[in-house]
């Protein structure tokens, strides 16, 4: 039997794991931690780092129309003046004057409660899949203590941002559940300030950078000066951004400092920019489920028109089936040629390229798809933690936790067992193999305990492959064993098959 775990659980049990066997811990633990920002351990690191070469592997070196970048954090304050950032990249606060908590206003949802057309009061609930069921059943306790007999109306939820100014007051806080403590929601700069330079006044003001995009842009004009690209070509490139979130939250679904993958594609403007988009979209969902997420858990969220920013054509998010819920993955946006050309206006260079192929002058459009590392990260751990009962060495049937990582982005490759650990012709051989393996790929060695427990160890963080040295390896044919973590299945090859078959599992 193989099932996941409920997607309540599923997440505790991920947190609980990811600290347990050193993928992720809370940042600055000993100091008890600070919200929103998270470390990766030994193993998250391989895990992050796979995540983002396979993804660079596929989106730039494999393709000829894209070329890598890797631009500063801190860049001149003018850019996000140019890009808006400065003005406009802010979430809705709300304060809960007494608990002197705040939450973002789009992510509180309220209703008043209505009895035979009376209202007796308001509920409030925090986004989450559940709210609806939340709020009614906090509806019908509210009902239950007004002792108002009659039908409660349905209960319609809507987010703080569309409250009117009369039911502030009405509207229960969260903290503390009763009505009269939130305020009006206002808008809250998301940028980092920092200050650059001996000077402590607002010359010296500068940014930590909230996404990759803006390097792209404000470097768009070197590449395609020194490099041979011709339209329609892409930027890509990966690197940390920062967000001072007002609800980090879901561990590192939603921090305060992260990682994107992001690609600027540059296109003629005259371009059929819908079909494009709509490759962009099979090319990002191709890509998620070649590193091992299942092809049902992706959808597509296509913005509605009158949502979008006044400079977008379209944008469609893939959306993942994460444990709190279906939520953003990769952003796929058509932004015209608004960034290029506030950056032209901005900073009086010319944004113009010449299309050898038509032979026009012109400021390309682009599409943009935007990842997050650490979303991908917690998506292949949702997508991957398994519990699921198996025979142990004695025939018992036990359970256990595995991590069905696809081999491509498992932080370990394989592990290399000798059979007993007091047997030095069986170490020595294993050690070999080992060291052979390693000079390739991440592996492991590990001589201690029952085998079956070893094999228990690597199952937990996900490693594809158990190489087994056991007598017949050096007494008769040279074979080892190689255990498959999912089907536990074995079977003996010998050292070349092992090679090309991790070669074509890992690389391939
Ligand atoms: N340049 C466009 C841009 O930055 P975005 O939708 O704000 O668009 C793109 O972010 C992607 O970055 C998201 O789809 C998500 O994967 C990731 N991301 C955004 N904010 C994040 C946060 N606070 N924590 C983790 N990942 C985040």
Redesign the pocket.
Same mark, same amino acid.
């Given at each position: 039997m193989t099932a996941n775990a409920s997607s309540d659980g599923l997440m505790e049990e991920i947190v609980g794991l990811c600290k347990r066997r050193g993928f992720i811990f809370p940042s600055s633990e000993i100091y008890g931690g600070y919200n929103g920002f998270y470390d990766y351990g030994p193993l998250g690191v391989e895990l992050r780092n796979n995540i983002k070469q396979a993804w660079w592997r596929d989106m730039v070196q494999r393709r000829d129309d894209i070329e890598g970048l890797d631009s500063t954090i801190i860049m001149h304050p003018d850019i996000w003046k140019a890009s808006g950032h400065v003005d406009g990249f802010s979430d809705p606060m709300v304060d809960c004057k007494e608990s002197k908590l705040r939450y973002r206003a789009d992510q509180l949802f309220f209703a008043p409660v209505i009895v035979e057309g009376d209202t007796i009061g308001y509920v409030s609930v925090i986004e989450c899949p559940e709210q609806q069921e939340v709020a009614e059943q906090a509806a019908a306790a509210l009902k239950r203590k007004a002792a108002k007999q009659g039908e409660l109306a349905p209960i319609v939820l809507k987010d703080y941002t569309e409250s009117k100014p009369e039911e502030y007051e009405l509207i229960p806080s969260p903290a503390t559940g009763k009505p009269g403590s939130l305020t009006a929601p206002r808008e809250f700069k998301l940028m980092f300030e920092t200050k650059v330079g001996p000077l402590a006044d607002d010359s010296a003001t500068a940014y930590l950078r *909230? +996404?990759t &995009?803006q390097g792209i842009f404000a470097n768009y004009k070197s590449i395609v000066d020194t490099g041979r690209v011709k339209i329609p070509f892409g930027i890509a490139q990966i690197g940390k &951004?920062f !967000?001072n =979130?007002i609800t *980090?939250r879901n561990f590192?679904? !939603?921090?305060?400092e992260?990682e994107?993958m =992001?690609i600027e594609f540059f296109i003629s403007p005259n371009a059929d920019w819908k079909t494009l988009h709509r490759e962009w979209i099979d090319t990002c969902i191709d890509w998620l489920v070649s590193i091992g997420l299942p092809r049902e858990g992706i959808t597509e969220d296509i913005h509605p028109e009158d949502k979008l920013a006044f400079y977008s054509q379209a944008t469609t998010?893939l959306m993942f089936q994460f444990p709190h819920g279906e939520q =953003? /993955?990769?952003?796929i &946006?058509c932004r015209g040629d608004y960034d290029l050309m506030q950056h032209q206006k901005h900073s009086g260079k010319s944004m113009t390229i010449f299309d050898e192929a038509t032979k026009e002058k012109y400021v390309p459009h682009v599409i +943009?798809p935007? /990842?997050?590392v650490? !979303?991908?990260l917690l998506a292949v751990l949702s997508a991957a933690y398994t519990e699921d009962e198996v025979p142990n060495d004695k025939g018992k049937v036990e359970k256990r936790t595995l991590l069905k990582f696809s081999p491509k982005i498992a932080p370990v490759k394989a592990a290399i067992f000798p059979l007993l650990k007091n047997k030095p012709e069986l170490v020595e051989r294993a050690q070999a193999l080992y060291k052979k393996l390693q000079r390739r790929w991440n592996v492991f060695y590990d001589a201690s305990g029952a085998i079956g427990r070893r094999y228990r160890r690597q199952d937990e963080i996900g490693t594809p492959y158990g190489i087994t040295i056991d007598f017949d390896t050096i007494e008769k044919d040279g074979t080892v064993t190689l255990r498959d973590r999912d089907t536990c299945e074995q079977r003996r090859v010998t050292e070349d098959e092992l090679i090309a078959f991790l070669e074509e599992q890992i690389d391939g």
């Amino acid at each position: 039997m193989t099932a996941n775990a409920s997607s309540d659980g599923l997440m505790e049990e991920i947190v609980g794991l990811c600290k347990r066997r050193g993928f992720i811990f809370p940042s600055s633990e000993i100091y008890g931690g600070y919200n929103g920002f998270y470390d990766y351990g030994p193993l998250g690191v391989e895990l992050r780092n796979n995540i983002k070469q396979a993804w660079w592997r596929d989106m730039v070196q494999r393709r000829d129309d894209i070329e890598g970048l890797d631009s500063t954090i801190i860049m001149h304050p003018d850019i996000w003046k140019a890009s808006g950032h400065v003005d406009g990249f802010s979430d809705p606060m709300v304060d809960c004057k007494e608990s002197k908590l705040r939450y973002r206003a789009d992510q509180l949802f309220f209703a008043p409660v209505i009895v035979e057309g009376d209202t007796i009061g308001y509920v409030s609930v925090i986004e989450c899949p559940e709210q609806q069921e939340v709020a009614e059943q906090a509806a019908a306790a509210l009902k239950r203590k007004a002792a108002k007999q009659g039908e409660l109306a349905p209960i319609v939820l809507k987010d703080y941002t569309e409250s009117k100014p009369e039911e502030y007051e009405l509207i229960p806080s969260p903290a503390t559940g009763k009505p009269g403590s939130l305020t009006a929601p206002r808008e809250f700069k998301l940028m980092f300030e920092t200050k650059v330079g001996p000077l402590a006044d607002d010359s010296a003001t500068a940014y930590l950078r *909230p +996404e990759t &995009a803006q390097g792209i842009f404000a470097n768009y004009k070197s590449i395609v000066d020194t490099g041979r690209v011709k339209i329609p070509f892409g930027i890509a490139q990966i690197g940390k &951004a920062f !967000r001072n =979130e007002i609800t *980090p939250r879901n561990f590192i679904f !939603r921090s305060r400092e992260f990682e994107q993958m =992001e690609i600027e594609f540059f296109i003629s403007p005259n371009a059929d920019w819908k079909t494009l988009h709509r490759e962009w979209i099979d090319t990002c969902i191709d890509w998620l489920v070649s590193i091992g997420l299942p092809r049902e858990g992706i959808t597509e969220d296509i913005h509605p028109e009158d949502k979008l920013a006044f400079y977008s054509q379209a944008t469609t998010d893939l959306m993942f089936q994460f444990p709190h819920g279906e939520q =953003e /993955l990769w952003g796929i &946006a058509c932004r015209g040629d608004y960034d290029l050309m506030q950056h032209q206006k901005h900073s009086g260079k010319s944004m113009t390229i010449f299309d050898e192929a038509t032979k026009e002058k012109y400021v390309p459009h682009v599409i +943009e798809p935007s /990842l997050g590392v650490d !979303r991908t990260l917690l998506a292949v751990l949702s997508a991957a933690y398994t519990e699921d009962e198996v025979p142990n060495d004695k025939g018992k049937v036990e359970k256990r936790t595995l991590l069905k990582f696809s081999p491509k982005i498992a932080p370990v490759k394989a592990a290399i067992f000798p059979l007993l650990k007091n047997k030095p012709e069986l170490v020595e051989r294993a050690q070999a193999l080992y060291k052979k393996l390693q000079r390739r790929w991440n592996v492991f060695y590990d001589a201690s305990g029952a085998i079956g427990r070893r094999y228990r160890r690597q199952d937990e963080i996900g490693t594809p492959y158990g190489i087994t040295i056991d007598f017949d390896t050096i007494e008769k044919d040279g074979t080892v064993t190689l255990r498959d973590r999912d089907t536990c299945e074995q079977r003996r090859v010998t050292e070349d098959e092992l090679i090309a078959f991790l070669e074509e599992q890992i690389d391939g």
